[in-house]
T-cell receptor, first 111, second 115 residues
């Protein structure tokens, strides 16, 4: 079973920041938070990951709370191309890491 | 760029047929995965493999088997296809995360229809 909880859908106006929340209250010390997104009819695409510290790359920022029980993915200037399902996953860096997906958040970018 | 290639984008098979879905990756990744995706159910893990000839069951292995004879190729087998196996099938690969980033790379998917 997925170890994360996400809202099923969210709306965001084009050009605004999209903030996607994720709860992972049972996360353990050696588990990372990963975010993927899936645009319609494509395979999921990696966005970003983190352990304790906040992370930023060219696609997004990841904010992880101090207790690590929740995180937020931030798309700073959402465009219509960001319309997708966003998945938050916790993963342990082990050889038999299964990569279990939840149902994700369907993000609608409104023009 | 990493490439994960699934042999077919669309496939139509008859009930009872033996079906092979092939997946090839070109980045020497240790880990490979098969998922199915259905509306309202998200991606569900069927099987994964962390080495040649090694396989582990995922959440929904019933009705499926897998084969990994070579590192770059991971096959999903439907021994006797049934209509409830009509779905989108996604393959993925990943490095064994020995200290590095272990993002998974996905193929484009195979939409299988069993009639």
């Amino acid at each position: 079973d997925a170890k994360t909880t996400q809202p099923p859908s969210m709306d965001c106006a084009e050009g605004r920041a999209a903030n996607l929340p994720c709860n992972h209250s049972t996360i353990s010390g050696n588990e990372y938070v990963y975010w993927y997104r899936q645009i319609h009819s494509q395979g999921p695409q990696y966005i970003i990951h983190g352990l304790k510290n906040n992370e930023t790359n060219e696609m997004a920022s990841l904010i992880i709370t101090e207790d690590r029980k929740s995180s937020t993915l931030i798309l700073p200037h959402a465009t219509l191309r960001d319309t997708a399902v966003y998945y938050c996953i916790v993963r342990v860096k082990d050889r038999d890491d299964k990569i279990i997906f939840g149902k994700g958040t369907r993000l609608h970018i409104l023009p | 760029d990493v490439k994960v290639t699934q042999s077919s984008r669309y496939l139509v098979k008859r009930t009872g047929e033996k079906v092979f879905l092939e997946c090839v990756q070109d980045m020497d990744h240790e880990n490979m995965f098969w998922y199915r995706q259905d509306p309202g159910l998200g991606l569900r893990l069927i099987y994964f493999s962390y080495d040649v000839k090694m396989k582990e069951k995922g959440d929904i292995p019933e009705g499926y088997s897998v084969s990994r004879e070579k590192k770059e190729r991971f096959s999903l087998i439907l021994e006797s296809a049934s209509t409830n196996q009509t779905s989108m099938y996604l393959c993925a690969s990943s490095l064994w995360p020995s200290g590095g980033v272990a993002e998974a790379f996905f193929g484009q998917g195979t939409r299988l229809t069993v009639v």
